[in-house]
């Protein structure tokens, strides 16, 4: 009868929800999803990168929402161009509501002086929304001893759009400064009724790399890289910010999430502290995250945010010497 009532619950918040602002999926490990945060980004691999990620928000609570993203980007030096594709499906309450998107991206590169460079990048995206009516609980199955369907008959049809979004990226071999707009063109994804459509997100993201040599670290390349992101969609803002360390073959590091300086209500604006440890080996990399809420949601036993990413990246053969001698962005994380 708990879990009954767990779905009863979460089904209503689900419900009115539907015609309400919506935010967008984030990650924990941005810098393993690059191309979620900016169209920019699409071909900032050595040449060819294969990437997915899995994102279990608030275990505690069942199936809250649960994500799953893959992508593949090229660089294509002939053009200087970087072109991508990424998939994203989202989750929430026991898969009820779901939404999967197919974008997308184009980037070009251009020298702006010296090592410093420019990418402005554009992103198209299809999506689609429903609603899973089998896995929602109505009252005439409790009515019924908790009947396994309902005589409910569906009455919200799936939605597809498109969306639009682009983004700008300037970078060296110590820092990025970069900045995106999605959802340019408002696009309706409410299931309910001809309003509800998607408030644009804009974000600014900016990081540091720095390179240890000497007798302290024995690879050269082992670096500490400092990074934030901050975003803002309709009402909610928030900001990541945090540091990792390579020490070769192993990445650790923390960030945080939220804005302390502004009030939610009457508490400070803190969501989540995240500790992230990650491996990589030759092309491969692969790396966990743990979030621990520290908002007001924790005191309900969220249990927290799980979130794994895999990324794999190679040239291809006659392409290995220019890929050596490209300069890579940092921004590639």
Avoid at 125 to 138: K, P, Q
Avoid at 154 to 165: A, Q, R, S, T, V
Avoid at 302 to 312: C, D, F, M, N, R
């Amino acid at each position: 009868m708990k879990r009954i009532l767990s779905h009863i619950i979460l089904s209503v918040c689900l419900i009115s929800s539907i015609n309400i602002f919506a935010q967008d999926v984030l990650f924990t490990q941005f810098y393993s999803t690059p191309m979620v945060l900016s169209p920019s980004f699409a071909g900032t691999s050595i040449e060819n990168r294969l990437a997915s990620n899995y994102r279990n928000q608030w275990t505690g609570i069942s199936k809250a929402f649960v994500t799953y993203n893959f992508s593949y980007d090229r660089y294509v030096p002939e053009f200087n161009s970087g072109i991508g594709i990424m998939f994203t499906h989202d989750r929430a309450g026991d898969g009820a509501l779901r939404a999967t998107n197919v974008a997308m991206q184009y980037a070009y590169e251009a020298r702006l002086w010296g090592k410093t460079f420019f990418r402005p990048g554009l992103q198209f995206t299809w999506s689609n929304r429903n609603i899973n009516f089998n896995d929602l609980v109505f009252s005439d199955q409790l009515v019924r001893g908790g009947a396994a369907t309902s005589l409910e008959q569906e009455i919200l049809e799936p939605i597809n759009y498109f969306d639009f979004g682009t983004g700008g990226l300037i970078f060296n071999q110590s820092y990025w400064i970069g900045a995106a707009v999605h959802h340019l063109n408002q696009p309706r994804e409410s299931l309910f009724t001809e309003f509800g459509s998607i408030p644009r997100r804009y974000s600014v993201h900016a990081g540091w790399r720095h390179r240890f040599k000497g007798n302290v670290f024995k690879k050269s390349d082992n670096a500490f890289v400092m990074a934030a992101h901050y975003q803002s969609q309709a009402n909610f803002d928030q900001l990541d910010i945090g540091a990792y360390l390579e020490t070769a073959p192993i990445t650790f590091g923390i960030w945080y999430r939220g804005l302390p300086m502004k009030k939610n209500n009457i508490n400070p604006n803190n969501d989540a502290v995240a500790a992230i440890i990650g491996y990589y080996a030759g092309p491969y990399k692969i790396g966990y995250s743990y979030d621990i809420t520290i908002s007001s949601l924790g005191i309900g036993n969220s249990a927290g945010t799980h979130e794994i990413s895999l990324v794999y990246e190679w040239a291809n053969k006659r392409n290995i010497k220019l890929a050596k001698r490209r300069i890579m962005p940092c921004a590639k994380f």
